[in-house]
């Protein structure tokens, strides 16, 4: 499998002048003058960048939410409250660290570490800026760079899905095995469709290295033509992250914790570390795929032949991109109440992925049209000549195959909706199984049926008999009369 996905690369990538993907010379970044001491150092750089940012966005949040409900926020523990994360950190370090007895105790332990290690490891390949001079070396601000490094990204984050999966499962619980299969299935569904919103970024940089795609975007950031590229990513790293209002994986008032209710003490602060640094990596992902990534805004970026551009110039535009996507994330919090946990897999699976996959092939198109495919009687694709009319007829067939199967299967999915609306009872017993339950819409609800104490069977409404009801019981204790 793995052979036949090789293969398929290479061929891809020789197709690419004919397809009007341009090429580059070097797929990636130069690091022929970074021994690899300085990489380690790099390497700390980057570990201490992120868990100040964590710090600083965690104070941020609690601070941006406070105004927006009109509270202050943290405002003790340091000026304007700055050290209060640092000081809950500590707290969390002192804390009693206890593991259920139906735990699994290695994997309840692993778990935690490989959801927060998988969080750093993906800032690996994003870079921060052009090369710079450090330790009298020139290197690049960036500590790796692949071919294919935005695919290491979504490698990585798969890997981290296992963190979660193996707390809920490890957590010996119902809620915590609960909330992680609902984040993994939800954390699975939406990596389609950001590894999808990203192929057009791949069509017109021509590479998948960071470093190239970033140097494409030198005249034209790529949020202008991979607009929609763009909103579907701003939805799926959301998701991605379980953040507000897709924490669906933590909704408290259906799993209480989720995945992670069991965890205390510094193994929860590692799942609260990993989802911060998630939001990071996902953030830095967008600012280098959409934003030009360390580049300066086009304006300043003109001034001086680009003297804003060089060197360690390109730390300060990286991070100020990066922290108005902090700030989004803040403001979903604020503003925004959770979604349905139906409605937000139906969203992604059948709305999500078939317009995007209609989108990049939409992109695929125009970008032939910009090199010539429909100027010509026949196009070189891998190598085989093949005419530009049977192309275009296969490709708006594939289109219009793959619209209709999406207006076919939300329609019967709109039917069977109304068919099962129609089954249910207009009338419905909020206690009848025990547990309060909410009507559905269209739904009244009926007088509560009442359990006699020492009775076999619930009964409607008042009791005839003399034996006294729970809830009678239970009032007549309350007020003293029991």
């Given at each position: 499998?793995?052979?036949?996905a090789?293969?398929?690369?290479?061929g891809?990538?020789?197709?690419?002048?004919?397809?009007?993907?341009?090429?580059v010379?070097n797929?990636?970044?130069?690091?022929?003058?970074?021994?690899?001491?300085?990489?380690?150092i790099?390497?700390?750089?980057?570990f201490?960048?992120?868990l100040?940012?964590?710090?600083?966005v965690?104070w941020?949040?609690r601070?941006?939410?406070?105004?927006?409900?009109?509270r202050?926020?943290?405002?003790r523990?340091?000026?304007?409250?700055?050290?209060?994360?640092?000081a809950?950190?500590?707290?969390?370090?002192?804390?009693?660290?206890?593991?259920p007895?139906?735990?699994?105790?290695?994997?309840?332990t692993?778990?935690p570490?490989i959801?927060?290690?998988?969080?750093f490891?993906?800032?690996?390949?994003i870079p921060?800026?052009?090369?710079?001079s450090m330790?009298?070396?020139?290197?690049p601000?960036?500590?790796?760079?692949?071919?294919?490094?935005v695919?290491?990204?979504?490698?990585v984050?798969?890997?981290?899905?296992?963190?979660i999966?193996?707390?809920?499962?490890?957590?010996?619980?119902?809620y915590?095995?609960?909330?992680?299969?609902?984040?993994?299935?939800?954390?699975?569904?939406?990596?389609?469709?950001?590894?999808?919103?990203?192929?057009?970024i791949?069509?017109?940089?021509?590479s998948?290295s960071?470093s190239?795609?970033?140097?494409?975007?030198?005249?034209?950031?790529y949020i202008?033509?991979?607009?929609?590229s763009?909103?579907v990513y701003?939805?799926?790293?959301?998701?991605?992250?379980n953040r507000?209002?897709?924490?669906l994986?933590?909704g408290e008032?259906e799993?209480?914790?989720g995945?992670?209710?069991?965890?205390?003490?510094?193994?929860?602060?590692m799942?609260?570390l990993?989802?911060?640094?998630?939001?990071?990596t996902?953030?830095a992902?967008?600012?280098?795929?959409?934003?030009?990534?360390?580049?300066?805004p086009?304006?300043?970026?003109a001034i001086?032949?680009?003297m804003?551009?060089?060197?360690?110039?390109?730390?300060l535009?990286?991070t100020?991109?990066l922290w108005?996507?902090m700030?989004?994330f803040?403001?979903l919090?604020?503003?925004?109440?959770r979604?349905?946990?139906?409605?937000?897999?139906?969203?992604g699976?059948?709305?999500?992925?078939?317009?995007?996959?209609?989108?990049v092939?939409?992109?695929?198109?125009?970008r032939?049209?910009?090199?010539?495919w429909?100027?010509?009687?026949f196009?070189?694709?891998?190598?085989?000549?093949i005419?530009?009319?049977?192309?275009?007829?296969?490709?708006?067939?594939?289109v219009?195959a793959?619209?209709?199967?999406?207006?076919?299967d939300n329609?019967?999915?709109?039917?069977?909706?109304?068919?099962?609306?129609?089954?249910?009872?207009?009338e419905?017993d909020?206690?009848?199984?025990?547990?309060p339950v909410?009507?559905?819409?269209?739904?009244?609800l009926?007088?509560?049926t009442?359990?006699a104490?020492?009775?076999g069977a619930?009964?409607?409404?008042?009791t005839?008999?003399?034996?006294?009801?729970v809830?009678?019981?239970?009032t007549?204790?309350?007020?003293g009369?029991?």
């Amino acid at each position: 499998m793995a052979t036949g996905a090789v293969t398929e690369l290479h061929g891809i990538l020789a197709a690419a002048p004919h397809l009007g993907v341009p090429t580059v010379d070097n797929p990636k970044a130069d690091f022929t003058d970074t021994p690899w001491w300085l990489s380690l150092i790099k390497a700390l750089i980057i570990f201490v960048y992120l868990l100040i940012s964590t710090l600083l966005v965690i104070w941020f949040e609690r601070r941006v939410i406070g105004r927006m409900q009109q509270r202050p926020g943290p405002n003790r523990t340091g000026p304007f409250g700055l050290l209060q994360t640092l000081a809950d950190g500590m707290k969390s370090m002192l804390k009693e660290d206890v593991t259920p007895a139906a735990a699994d105790k290695l994997i309840f332990t692993l778990a935690p570490l490989i959801a927060a290690t998988m969080a750093f490891v993906s800032f690996a390949i994003i870079p921060m800026g052009d090369k710079a001079s450090m330790f009298g070396h020139l290197t690049p601000l960036q500590l790796t760079d692949l071919p294919v490094a935005v695919l290491l990204v979504l490698a990585v984050a798969s890997v981290g899905v296992y963190g979660i999966i193996l707390a809920g499962w490890s957590s010996g619980s119902t809620y915590p095995l609960l909330g992680g299969l609902r984040s993994t299935a939800q954390i699975i569904s939406y990596e389609i469709a950001m590894g999808l919103s990203l192929v057009a970024i791949f069509i017109y940089s021509g590479s998948m290295s960071t470093s190239q795609i970033v140097s494409g975007q030198s005249s034209l950031w790529y949020i202008i033509p991979a607009f929609f590229s763009f909103a579907v990513y701003l939805v799926t790293m959301v998701g991605e992250t379980n953040r507000l209002p897709f924490d669906l994986a933590e909704g408290e008032g259906e799993l209480t914790g989720g995945f992670h209710t069991e965890y205390g003490s510094m193994r929860f602060a590692m799942f609260f570390l990993g989802e911060y640094i998630n939001m990071f990596t996902v953030s830095a992902l967008a600012t280098t795929m959409f934003l030009g990534g360390w580049q300066a805004p086009p304006g300043i970026a003109a001034i001086n032949d680009g003297m804003f551009n060089q060197g360690w110039w390109g730390v300060l535009w990286f991070t100020a991109k990066l922290w108005i996507f902090m700030f989004f994330f803040v403001w979903l919090r604020g503003s925004l109440p959770r979604v349905r946990y139906d409605q937000f897999m139906r969203f992604g699976w059948k709305f999500l992925i078939p317009v995007t996959l209609l989108w990049v092939v939409a992109v695929a198109f125009i970008r032939g049209s910009q090199n010539g495919w429909f100027g010509t009687s026949f196009i070189t694709v891998v190598n085989r000549q093949i005419p530009t009319a049977t192309l275009v007829a296969v490709s708006v067939i594939a289109v219009a195959a793959l619209a209709g199967s999406w207006i076919w299967d939300n329609k019967r999915a709109d039917r069977l909706e109304a068919a099962t609306a129609l089954r249910r009872p207009s009338e419905v017993d909020p206690f009848a199984g025990g547990y309060p339950v909410p009507p559905l819409p269209g739904q009244t609800l009926r007088e509560p049926t009442r359990v006699a104490v020492g009775a076999g069977a619930p009964v409607a409404g008042r009791t005839t008999d003399t034996s006294t009801t729970v809830l009678e019981s239970t009032t007549a204790q309350e007020d003293g009369r029991g």
